[in-house]
């Protein structure tokens, strides 16, 4: 027998008889039911996820450390004050990724401080349902004779309820600690996401300030000025046919300044940011806002706005920040999903998705069968770093 199945019955009976002692325990029943039917996140997913991020966290720090561990070789072949502002943004971007490690070792912990709560949580909440089961066996008389047995079968039932208390209060405690732990970890991978801005905003700002410093050669130079032999001159404008910054030398994209030419990683992923924090603060954790750069045949580009929430809907804030030329693109899916399906819909070609929180496996896997790993525009949680983010390769 089974409490939920036969709550109807208790609450036809205590409309009947007018036994308060009865009204009392549907009250307790109704929270006792809640929480048995209540969906909790299996532990397992959420500790294999922890375990990835320990792998993410010793890459990084890999990366980090080659990184490190190419400065010198640098400043044995690059000198003179062009080259000194590289070597400042360096040293602030090593510090900025040994802090992005920090976080990725200290969200591999979280996650299994997570997967304890929820396992705990499980716990209690099977506990729950045996005294739940327990209770729905002692209260068959009461609805067998009609509620004539209820000064007999509700105390008994009610002392189900008094055991199946404490199971309930560690299982809320369990859930609140979950939830304050999701917390933390949303709050360290935005923490992350700006890290990893601030990782391209001062290469940008580094390589415009070098580049003016060395003249007209507009490279890294030794000492005397003159760039080492076979070196090809770094030109900001000789960003490639997409416009990303990786394309043959002298292949000038057009627009002039508009970062959909120029930088439309960067735009992506700055515009999806800026749209997840017009999201109303409770709806950051759970809705993702993404901002895509696509182009039609003509090589024209143009901005489009993606939503997890059904249909496009776009909340208040959101839609403020709307440019008239944004295209909203509607959908059910993920909001890189979203943005993905309109332009393979509409024959355009993808070159940059970005995500206001980080891009899942799946809408990573999306993305780059669109458009390859340069379309790839925020941090994804598979632990990838998108190429606009990184300064210098190992």
Request: proline residues 6%; charged residues 20%; glycine residues 14%.
């Amino acid at each position: 027998m089974d409490l939920l199945n036969i709550l109807p019955d208790l609450e036809s009976i205590a409309s009947s008889i007018n036994f308060g002692p009865l009204n009392d325990l549907l009250a307790k029943i109704h929270e006792i039911v809640d929480r048995v039917i209540l969906f909790i996140t299996p532990d397992g997913p959420v500790r294999d996820g922890g375990q990835a991020l320990i792998g993410y966290a010793e890459r990084f720090g890999d990366l980090k450390t080659r990184l490190a561990n190419s400065k010198p070789q640098l400043q044995a072949i690059y000198g003179g004050p062009a080259a000194d502002q590289y070597y400042a943004s360096f040293d602030q971007s090593l510090q900025i990724m040994r802090q992005m490690h920090d976080h990725l070792n200290n969200a591999a912990g979280y996650h299994g401080k997570l997967a304890e709560h929820f396992l705990e949580a499980s716990i209690q909440q099977g506990m729950i349902a045996v005294q739940a089961g327990i209770m729905a066996v002692d209260l068959g008389s009461l609805i067998f004779t009609g509620g004539l047995d209820a000064p007999i079968s509700v105390p008994v039932a009610a002392g189900d309820a008094v055991a199946a208390g404490g199971s309930m209060v560690a299982m809320d405690a369990a859930m609140t600690a979950a939830e304050t732990t999701a917390e933390v970890i949303g709050e360290s991978a935005a923490d992350m996401g700006e890290m990893a801005f601030g990782l391209g905003e001062d290469g940008s700002s580094a390589l415009a300030e070098g580049d003016s410093l060395a003249g007209d050669g507009s490279m890294l130079s030794d000492a005397s000025g003159e760039p080492p032999p076979g070196d090809t001159p770094l030109d900001p404008s000789a960003n490639g046919g997409d416009g990303g910054g990786g394309g043959p030398p002298g292949d000038t994209p057009p627009g002039g300044d508009n970062p959909l030419y120029n930088n439309p990683q960067q735009y992506a992923d700055a515009r999806a940011q800026q749209l997840q924090q017009a999201l109303p603060e409770g709806s950051r954790g759970r809705v993702t806002m993404g901002s895509g750069v696509v182009e039609d045949s003509n090589g024209v580009r143009q901005a489009i706005v993606g939503t997890s929430e059904n249909g496009g809907y776009l909340r208040p804030g959101v839609k403020a920040l709307l440019n008239p030329d944004d295209i909203v693109a509607e959908g059910t899916l993920h909001a890189e999903q979203n943005i993905v399906q309109y332009a393979t819909e509409n024959g355009l070609k993808v070159i940059a998705v970005g995500a206001g929180r980080p891009i899942c496996e799946i809408c990573e896997e999306v993305i780059v069968n669109a458009g390859g790993q340069d379309a790839i525009a925020s941090l994804t949680r598979s632990g990838f770093i998108p190429f606009w983010m990184r300064l210098l390769g190992p």
